[in-house]
């Protein structure tokens, strides 16, 4: 499948979450994206200015309003969804494992409100060992919050299965 093509058919299929996405329609289209938001954010620069802002006690970062790439992200966010979804379901996964950062972090947060419930309540030295212990849990959490994102992209470099699997027939060997 060409850069071209991937782009295409991620365009056609903007909600389409059943199906399988070959490795190449996914990465093309994950280029297409990428590529698109950095140049249109020089653009957004070149357009509209930039203006500086300080952010903290002097250190000064020049942003631009970014218009077109907020746009273009808007335009994309479905598509791009869509297609990683349909390349989990590629590699035999439920499209839910596309999420899996996501779940994580509110899992992380939910656990975070728990814990500083229960810091308002305890006291002495009961309230010091747990908040101990659960500072050991959430330095885990964290950790696993960083790698997450990284077992979703080892899973969308995943090979497709071959034939077809519970979600499709596989899109390499399907001709149009």
Request: charged content about 15%; overall charge positive; aromatic content about 12%.
């Amino acid at each position: 499948m060409s850069f071209a093509d991937a782009v295409t058919t991620c365009l056609r299929k903007f909600a389409t979450f059943s199906g399988r996405a070959s490795r190449p329609e996914y990465w093309w289209f994950t280029l297409f994206v990428v590529g698109g938001s950095l140049a249109l954010s020089v653009l957004d620069a070149a357009l509209f200015g930039a203006r500086a802002v300080e952010v903290a006690p002097g250190v000064i970062e020049y942003r631009s309003e970014g218009v077109l790439a907020t746009g273009f992200f808007l335009v994309t966010l479905l598509p791009g969804l869509a297609a990683g979804w349909r390349r989990m379901h590629d590699s035999g996964r439920s499209g839910l494992h596309l999420l899996y950062p996501l779940i994580v972090m509110v899992g992380i947060g939910g656990f975070a409100s728990v814990v500083s419930g229960l810091d308002a309540v305890l006291a002495g030295d009961l309230r010091a060992i747990l908040f101990g212990a659960s500072a050991i849990v959430m330095h885990v959490a964290f950790l696993i919050f960083l790698i997450s994102p990284l077992i979703v992209v080892y899973w969308l470099t995943r090979p497709s299965e071959p034939g077809s699997n519970r979600f499709g027939p596989n899109p390499q060997e399907v001709r149009p």
